[in-house]
């Protein structure tokens, strides 16, 4: 398994839409972009920080053959096909470790 940890955010942080950061209500952040490969059932980077309430979008490429991958908390499920790259985007919407892995038959699910 593979480690996700979501942070609180701080005022201040970057991409995070509230007024107390510069935006103003309504603005839509940009989401935090995360290339991520997958190769012999490993996946690198093997542990990613998000930001809790902030949009995330992994771009995934499995390099040598269709992997999958899930992410429980955040109910994602997703087939990488062999040098395609996969996007997945979701919100992170509470703190904490979470934990994501290889799916052995990959499944429909979140992702684009």
């Not at 603005?27 to 093997?46: C, R, W």
């Not at 979008?57 to 992410?71: M, N, S, V």
């Amino acid at each position: 398994m593979y480690a996700m940890v979501v942070t609180t955010p701080r005022n201040g942080d970057a991409g995070v839409a509230n007024s107390k950061c510069g935006r103003t209500p309504g603005e839509t952040a940009s989401p935090q972009v995360i290339t991520m490969t997958a190769k012999k059932y490993e996946f690198t980077p093997s542990t990613i920080t998000v930001v809790r309430g902030h949009a995330v979008r992994i771009e995934a490429t499995a390099l040598d053959k269709t992997h999958g991958i899930e992410i429980k908390s955040f109910n994602v499920k997703v087939k990488l096909e062999k040098g395609k790259t996969t996007v997945i985007e979701f919100m992170p919407d509470r703190a904490g470790s979470s934990r994501f892995g290889v799916r052995s038959s990959a499944g429909s699910g979140t992702g684009t």
